[in-house]
């Protein structure tokens, strides 16, 4: 196999994990068998740990847990209204202009256009 195509995502990484974990594999052996496999694109040993934790926790998915904070995007449909009224009522409105009005970013108003 060579070195490109055993590259794996993190996704595929934690999936590899989750099954060794079920076949009631330790740790240490979960991640020796994926560096005897992946070499340098195996994950580290605390990322071996630390999934293997979740998943003898109960853990199903092998996703990231969402973030707090601001929302991935603010496109929304409430905004996109915002927009077109302000844009309607000044055809010359300024993107920082509509940032400003919807507390957005000059870069989220991008989004919408």
Known sequence: MSAKSSNL??????AVI???VKKGK??????????????ESAPSYTMV??????????????????RPGRPVTVVTEEN??????L???????KLWQIAEELQISKERVGDYT
């Not at 995502?9 to 934690?14: A, F, W």
């Open 9 to 14: 995502s993190n996704i595929e990484h934690r």
């Open 49 to 66: 740990k630390k999934w293997a934790r979740l998943f003898q926790q109960g853990r199903e998915s092998c996703e990231d847990d969402p």
């Open 26 to 39: 330790t740790p240490k052996e979960i991640f020796e068998d994926m560096v005897s496999v992946l070499q």
């Open 18 to 20: 989750k099954y060794f």
């Open 87 to 93: 844009v309607l009522a000044d055809r010359r409105i």
């Open 80 to 85: 996109v209204r915002k927009i077109e009224k």
